[in-house]
T-cell receptor, first 110, second 113 residues
Framework: GNSVTQMEGPVTLSEEAFLTINCTYT??????LFWYVQYPGEGLQLLLK?????DKGSNKGFEATYRKETTSFHLEKGSVQVSDSAVYFC?????????FGTGTRLTIIP | NAGVTQTPKFQVLKTGQSMTLQCAQD?????MSWYRQDPGMGLRLIHY???????DQGEVPNGYNVSRSTTEDFPLRLLSAAPSQTSVYFC????????????FGPGTRLTVL
């Protein structure tokens, strides 16, 4: 079946540190891959996506590259800010259903 | 556009009670879905709909019913609430095409005593 394995949290970083949140997946076919972010007390919102191998999604300084050979979609940011504190979810969609990872809670300290 | 709206925001039920969580979207999206969010488990799909009159089960459908009589509305019914249904429930919608972005509502926090 389809599944997403996400880096366990919580993750705490200092402001301006480099961020990596690992995500690997198992899926049949060629899924689309997503990163969603959930700020405190809110619903999820799309951060970035990639729909085919070697695509790079980017938004708000975050990037992730669709690596089919390693079945990975790791999230990176070069310099995090306090406002990036949130829960991050990796997800895949090989068909009509979206499958999520368990989420990684990120806290940035000034 | 209001986007995806959910009511109520909070609800407390007693075991065995029934209730309906409301979800509406004003973006004319064909696809709508319900998820539950539990600590350490991410979001799990309960039911989804690819258009008015069409619904299907997700990963955790037991204890929940849905119907889709209009494009805009997708209510989730709890038939006989159980403590295991204590969770945060999110409704989402998108246009057709599984590579499309899903838009999420603000959530309903449900506690079953």
């Amino acid at each position: 079946g389809n599944s997403v394995t996400q880096m366990e949290g919580p993750v705490t970083l200092s402001e301006e540190a480099f961020l990596t949140i690992n995500c690997t997946y198992t899926a049949t076919g060629y899924p689309s891959l997503f990163w969603y972010v959930q700020y405190p007390g809110e619903g999820l919102q799309l951060l970035l996506k990639a729909t085919k191998a070697d695509d790079k999604g980017s938004n708000k300084g975050f990037e992730a590259t669709y690596r089919k050979e390693t079945t990975s979609f790791h999230l990176e940011k070069g310099s995090v800010q306090v406002s990036d504190s949130a829960v991050y979810f990796c997800a895949l969609s090989p068909d009509e259903k979206l499958t999520f990872g368990t989420g990684t809670r990120l806290t940035i300290i000034p | 556009n209001a986007g995806v709206t959910q009511t109520p925001k909070f609800q407390v039920l007693k075991t065995g009670q029934s209730m309906t969580l409301q979800c509406a979207q004003d973006m004319n999206h064909e696809y709508m879905s319900w998820y539950r969010q539990d600590p350490g488990m991410g979001l799990r799909l309960i039911h989804y709909s690819v258009g008015a009159g069409i619904t299907d089960q997700g990963e955790v459908p037991n204890g929940y019913n849905v119907s889709r009589s209009t494009t805009e509305d997708f209510p989730l019914r709890l038939l006989s609430a159980a403590p295991s249904q204590t969770s945060v429930y999110f409704c989402a919608s998108r246009t057709s095409g599984f590579q499309r972005e899903q838009f999420f509502g603000p959530g309903t926090r449900l506690t079953v005593l």
